[in-house]
């Protein structure tokens, strides 16, 4: 069985009276697409159907099955792009990957079979994970007339531009992270003291000035040592001077 849920698809089995797709109370459906071949992973073929667009999401529904049919929130396509070339498609597609949100190749936790297993069911379990690594996130949707391809293009851009993903938009302002850039550097440089390791031109960059002030106040604590111990050496020897005998 295709475990088209572990790369992020929804089974989306349920139609309304017409045919199509039942959709949620504030969804909005946009623009279809007939005759749509869709292809999950490498070589999984679905056959045709039909492709409905909404302000939120992309439905696809079966011809031939009934109950065969799948979603998936804009927000879970990380990239979609015309593919024309042979090794992508026997046909020109517009080739889909997915962001099933799970580093392991299990999104929402079901690609590694679901919950922990043990006794008889080990070797199912096995076979699952082995079906889910076999699955790819990604899908591609072949249209039966190549010149719906543009338009199909053009509505996947409309979608992800109503649909930003907004993890990105706060990785891209640093989620919120501040740092002092004086006080990373001179921990930076004490702990690279300590340890011997690093490299402070690295750090100082086009800012050789950065550690002025340090390296000024050393200096000077160093001659107010040297200073000190002069003045100590003078009194000794002033002493020697008063007793030869060193009595």
């Known amino acids: 069985m295709l475990d088209a849920e572990s790369i992020g698809l929804l089974p989306a089995s349920e139609r309304d009276a017409q045919g199509g797709p039942l959709l949620d109370e504030d969804e909005a459906l946009l623009q279809q697409f007939e005759r749509v071949q869709l292809v999950i992973g490498a070589a999984a073929d679905q056959g045709e159907g039909t492709l409905f667009i909404t302000e939120g999401r992309i439905i ?5 099955q009934q109950d065969l049919g799948y979603s ?91 649909n930003p993903d907004t993890s990105d938009e706060e990785e891209g302002e640093g989620a919120g992270f501040f740092y002092n850039q004086d006080e990373a550097l001179a921990g930076a440089a004490q702990g690279m003291a300590l340890g011997g390791g690093g490299d402070v031109e690295e750090l100082l960059g086009e ?16 001659e107010e040592q040297a200073a000190t111990v002069e003045v100590q050496q003078q009194q000794a020897g002033s002493n020697a001077s008063g007793h030869p005998n060193g009595c």
Not at 72 to 81: G, K, N, Q, R, S
Not at 90 to 105: A, E, F, I, V
Not at 108 to 123: K, R
Not at 207 to 222: H, K, L, Y
């Open 72 to 162: 998936c929130d804009f927000p879970t396509i990380a990239m979609h792009a015309v593919a024309t070339d042979a090794e992508s498609s026997q046909r020109p597609c517009l080739y889909l990957q997915l962001d099933n949100g799970c580093d392991d190749g299990g999104a929402f936790g079901l690609g590694s079979g679901g919950s922990a297993s043990s006794g008889n069911s080990a070797s199912g379990s096995e076979d699952s994970e082995e079906e889910a690594d076999d699955l790819l996130p990604e899908l591609r949707l072949i249209p039966a007339e190549e010149s719906q391809l543009e338009a199909l293009f053009q509505a996947f851009c409309e979608g992800a531009e109503r």
């Open 207 to 222: 800012d050789p000035s950065r550690f002025e002030d340090d390296e000024e106040e050393g200096e000077e604590a160093e």
């Open 60 to 64: 696809w529904l079966s011809a031939a």
